[in-house]
T-cell receptor
Framework: DAGVTQSPTHLIKTRGQQVTLRCSPK?????VSWYQQALGQGPQFIFQYYEEEERQRGNFPDRFSGHQFPNYSSELNVNALLLGDSALYLC????????????FGPGTRLTVL | RKEVEQDPGPFNVPEGATVAFNCTYSNSASQSFFWYRQDCRKEPKLLMS???SGNEDGRFTAQLNRASQYISLLIRDSKLSDSATYLCVVAASGGSYIPTFGRGTSLIVHP
């Protein structure tokens, strides 16, 4: 049983560029949440997708957007990258709403130069 | 006051010791509580959910104190492999289910 997978593993971008990160949830899970984790901090909730709709959103600007596909996989898009966007981006999947046990993928480490 | 607070540590303990971490939360509407473990440069892994009646899983015991708004994690007979960062997560019910993580408590178990 495959767990949560994310791609790519690492990414280097320059300021102003755009990036797309991808996530496939654990088998049987239909809810995907995205988090940003800066060094030495806990994960910060970006948003959550369920039934292809954004259900909850944390305190992140509109530069952060997402999408969920019919197969429950999800994408996180970040436009106009800033140096401060450098972080580990984690995807977590769970079953249903509102908030159940989440299982995390290995993350995508984004570096913005 | 932050929504979820944890002492970042590090807690430096010898093998076999008992160690306890607390996590305080500010939202009294919080309904879901979890402990995660995160190894260096890895993803968080679910350690255990925290139930109102408390729960135990082997050497790990989690407790919830709603009156004082904190959860705790007790680790007995610490192993070297317990060295990690322990993150608490709190989520409110009702209109907003946004889960809030603490910054984590670092545990170092030494021989």
């Amino acid at each position: 049983d495959a767990g949560v997978t994310q791609s790519p593993t690492h990414l280097i971008k320059t300021r102003g560029q755009q990036v797309t990160l991808r996530c496939s949830p654990k088998s049987g899970h239909d809810t995907v949440s995205w988090y940003q984790q800066a060094l030495g901090q806990g994960p910060q909730f970006i948003f959550q997708y369920y039934e292809e709709e954004e259900r909850q959103r944390g305190n992140f600007p509109d530069r952060f957007s997402g999408h969920q596909f019919p197969n429950y996989s999800s994408e996180l898009n970040v436009n106009a990258l800033l140096l401060g966007d450098s972080a580990l981006y984690l995807c977590a999947s769970s079953q249903g709403l509102p908030y159940n046990e989440q299982f995390f993928g290995p993350g995508t480490r984004l570096t913005v130069l | 006051r932050k929504e979820v607070e944890q002492d970042p540590g590090p807690f430096n303990v010898p093998e076999g010791a008992t160690v306890a971490f607390n996590c305080t939360y500010s939202n009294s509407a919080s309904q879901s509580f979890f402990w995660y473990r995160q190894d260096c440069r890895k993803e968080p892994k679910l350690l255990m959910s925290v139930y109102s009646s408390g729960n135990e899983d082997g050497r790990f015991t989690a407790q919830l104190n709603r009156a004082s708004q904190y959860i705790s994690l007790l680790i007995r007979d610490s192993k070297l492999s317990d060295s990690a960062t322990y993150l608490c997560v709190v989520a409110a019910s009702g209109g907003s289910y946004i889960p809030t993580f603490g910054r984590g408590t670092s545990l170092i178990v030494h021989p």
